[in-house]
C-alpha cells in the first residue's frame, strides 16, 4: 500500500549497532498527519490521499484552509501534501484518519525529499565543479573564470542567444532533491521519531516528506527478499 507521512528534520547523531559499528543517522520527527481529503478518479480524475501536518496560528492560515481542516476534524495545519495511490488504496483510508511513525514498521527503505539549503548565486567552480584557469604566471584575475562560451551561443552552434542548459554561474541550492532507498535504523513510536543512516537534504527544522521506497538497487532489493547480496 502506497503511504507518505510528512515530518520535521531534527538534525545527525550517530548510533552503535550491537556489533559496536558507528552508524551516522538522520533524526526526524514524522508525524502525526492527518488524512484531510481523499482524491477520487470520478470527482477529481486521479486518486491520491491529502495528508495535513505542523500546527499553525489561526491568524496565520486562511479561512479556506480552516474550513477545509474542520471538514476533517481538526484545527488549521500548515502542511498540504497529497500522495497519489491506487483506486483500492485510497479506500483504505477514511477523512481524519492519523497516520504516524507506527505505519512504517516493517519497512526497511524509505525515500525522503526535501528542499536543500539554497546557496545563492555561485560561480561555474562551486555550482558545477569546474576546475578554472591554470594558476601560473600570465594568468591575471582569471583563475575561477569558466572560459568561452562562444562554441555554445544556440543550440545549432552559434547565433545570439545561449544553449539550455549551458553550465554557468546562477542560482544554486533550493531545490526539490529527493534520497532514494535510506535504512531505517531505528523507530520510536513513543516520540515519532525515525532514524535513517546518512544525510536528508534541508536544512534543521525543515519539513520533509518520506514514503516507502519505490525502487530498490539490486543490493537492497536482494536484502527485503533475503537472498545474499551478488
Request: include cysteine.
Amino acid at each position: 500500500m502506497s503511504l507518505m507521512l510528512l515530518g520535521t528534520k531534527l538534525g545527525m547523531t550517530r548510533v552503535y549497532r550491537e556489533d559496536g559499528v558507528n552508524v551516522p543517522v538522520t533524526v526526524i520527527q514524522l508525524g502525526p498527519c492527518t488524512v484531510t481529503q481523499i482524491r477520487t478518479a470520478e470527482k477529481d480524475g486521479y486518486s491520491a490521499v491529502q495528508i495535513a501536518f505542523g500546527s499553525i496560528k489561526p491568524r496565520n492560515s486562511t479561512q479556506a484552509v480552516i474550513g477545509h481542516d474542520a471538514k476533517a476534524g481538526i484545527e488549521a495545519k500548515r502542511y498540504h501534501r497529497e500522495f497519489r495511490c491506487s483506486a483500492d488504496d485510497a479506500a483504505k483510508f477514511s477523512v481524519g484518519q492519523t497516520l504516524t511513525v507506527k505505519d512504517l514498521e516493517g519497512q526497511m527503505f524509505v525515500d525522503v525529499t526535501g528542499t536543500s539549503k539554497g546557496k545563492g548565486f555561485q560561480g561555474t567552480m562551486k555550482r558545477h565543479n569546474f576546475k578554472g584557469m591554470f594558476a601560473s604566471h600570465g594568468t591575471e584575475r582569471k583563475h575561477r573564470s569558466p572560459g568561452s562560451i562562444g562554441s555554445l551561443c544556440s543550440n545549432r552552434g552559434f547565433g545570439g542567444g545561449l544553449k539550455k542548459g549551458k553550465k554557468m554561474s546562477g542560482h544554486m541550492g533550493a531545490e526539490r532533491v529527493t534520497i532514494r532507498s535510506l535504512d531505517i535504523v531505528r523507530i520510536d513510536a513513543d516520540q515519532n521519531l525515525l532514524l535513517v543512516k546518512g544525510p536528508v537534504p534541508g536544512a534543521n527544522r525543515g519539513m520533509v516528506m518520506v514514503r516507502r521506497a519505490t525502487r530498490l538497487y539490486r543490493s537492497k532489493a536482494n536484502k527485503v527478499a533475503g537472498k545474499k547480496p551478488e
